[in-house]
């Protein structure tokens, strides 16, 4: 299939917020509404929380009332995109701020993949830590010989396969989501992309990372050095989600053996990394323990604290 020419490129960029920053979204759609056709804002919070937007003429900003997750609010947007009439989405967190042309060496890095018989499902930017410039490498595909997960980092306008691309800068046509489905909504937050991107590899699609096109984007409410290298701080409750979604994704048969040795194995060492190095520890000990009781028992969905 021949990749659709750039005139008939019509991208819709999702913005995924939850008390955001106003500061930071305003300027997070200041930046990516140049390069996109349509701008979708799902509001998981308040009215309240989201300033009018930018090019209203462009832009639609709806409001769930409540947190219903990342994969319901990409669902959402898949819709809307539809019906707009655009054929690729751009999905991205609150506090993603893209680089000028990221959105374009996206396209391009799509449609050199596709002229070259390349089965594309999507297409990321490297990311660039706004804190501390920390540049993200990729996840190469898990080396089938053994559980390493070897990290990429591409040369400028090089386009190299990976394992998944975190939902924060992923462009993927309307195609794949079609061939594929939308991502789990009973997931909730962690796990998402990844999930969504495996089911993706399933069916035969690759993923790349895109040299050259940068995303400044913030992981974590906080971050560590630790042998040389910057590791997100995320809450004890996004901990019970990475653990009880992580455990869930093990009993997945289309996601292949190896990469569910290699993730039980990583969930091992951030259990204990979490427990030893971080704060809270009781806070996240008992977080960490319901996510894996919860995922043994396919009990997925919005963590309810009064259950």
Same mark, same amino acid.
């Given at each position: 299939?021949?990749?659709?020419?750039?005139?008939?490129?019509?991208?819709?960029?999702?913005? #995924?917020?939850?008390?955001?920053?106003?500061?930071?979204?305003?300027?997070?759609?200041?930046?990516?509404?140049?390069?996109?056709?349509?701008?979708?804002?799902?509001?998981?919070?308040?009215?309240?929380?989201?300033?009018?937007?930018?090019?209203?003429?462009?832009?639609?900003? #709806?409001?769930?009332?409540?947190?219903?997750? #990342?994969?319901?609010?990409?669902?959402?947007?898949?819709?809307?995109?539809?019906?707009?009439?655009?054929?690729?989405?751009?999905?991205?967190?609150?506090?993603?701020?893209?680089?000028?042309?990221?959105?374009?060496?996206? #396209?391009?890095?799509?449609?050199?993949?596709?002229?070259?018989?390349?089965?594309?499902?999507?297409?990321?930017?490297?990311?660039?830590?706004?804190?501390?410039?920390?540049?993200?490498?990729?996840?190469?595909?898990?080396?089938?010989?053994?559980?390493?997960?070897?990290?990429?980092?591409?040369?400028?306008?090089?386009?190299?396969?990976?394992?998944?691309?975190?939902?924060?800068?992923?462009?993927?046509?309307?195609?794949?989501?079609?061939?594929?489905?939308?991502?789990?909504?009973?997931?909730?937050?962690?796990?998402?992309?990844?999930?969504?991107?495996?089911?993706?590899?399933?069916?035969?699609?690759?993923?790349?990372?895109?040299?050259?096109?940068?995303?400044?984007?913030?992981?974590?409410?906080?971050?560590?050095?630790?042998?040389?290298?910057?590791?997100?701080?995320?809450?004890?409750?996004?901990?019970?989600?990475?653990?009880?979604?992580?455990?869930?994704?093990?009993?997945?048969?289309?996601?292949?053996?190896?990469?569910?040795?290699?993730?039980?194995?990583?969930?091992?060492?951030?259990?204990?990394?979490?427990?030893?190095?971080?704060?809270?520890?009781?806070?996240?000990?008992?977080?960490?323990?319901?996510?894996?009781?919860?995922?043994?028992?396919?009990?997925?969905?919005?963590?309810?604290?009064?259950?």
């Amino acid at each position: 299939m021949q990749p659709p020419h750039q005139d008939n490129i019509c991208v819709a960029a999702v913005i #995924i917020a939850f008390q955001p920053d106003k500061a930071v979204l305003g300027q997070l759609m200041a930046s990516i509404l140049p390069q996109v056709q349509r701008l979708i804002i799902i509001n998981n919070g308040n009215p309240e929380d989201i300033e009018p937007p930018h090019a209203p003429d462009k832009t639609q900003v #709806i409001s769930f009332g409540l947190n219903l997750g #990342i994969g319901e609010a990409i669902a959402c947007a898949v819709t809307e995109a539809k019906v707009k009439g655009c054929n690729f989405l751009l999905t991205l967190d609150q506090d993603s701020i893209p680089a000028p042309d990221m959105v374009e060496k996206l #396209i391009k890095g799509y449609q050199r993949l596709s002229l070259q018989g390349r089965p594309v499902g999507g297409v990321g930017p490297q990311h660039i830590d706004r804190r501390s410039g920390y540049p993200s490498p990729f996840t190469a595909p898990i080396d089938k010989r053994s559980w390493l997960r070897n990290k990429i980092k591409p040369e400028p306008n090089q386009c190299v396969a990976v394992d998944h691309l975190i939902t924060s800068g992923l462009l993927a046509p309307m195609s794949t989501y079609d061939a594929v489905g939308l991502p789990r909504a009973d997931l909730f937050v962690d796990y998402v992309d990844i999930e969504w991107c495996l089911r993706a590899r399933y069916h035969g699609f690759n993923l790349y990372g895109v040299g050259g096109a940068f995303l400044y984007h913030s992981i974590g409410d906080s971050y560590i050095q630790f042998r040389g290298r910057q590791l997100p701080v995320h809450s004890p409750l996004r901990n019970y989600y990475l653990l009880r979604n992580g455990v869930y994704l093990q009993r997945l048969s289309y996601i292949p053996l190896i990469w569910r040795l290699s993730d039980a194995w990583q969930l091992v060492k951030k259990f204990v990394f979490f427990l030893i190095f971080l704060d809270q520890r009781r806070t996240r000990l008992q977080m960490m323990l319901a996510g894996i009781r919860d995922g043994l028992q396919r009990r997925l969905g919005r963590y309810d604290e009064n259950r």
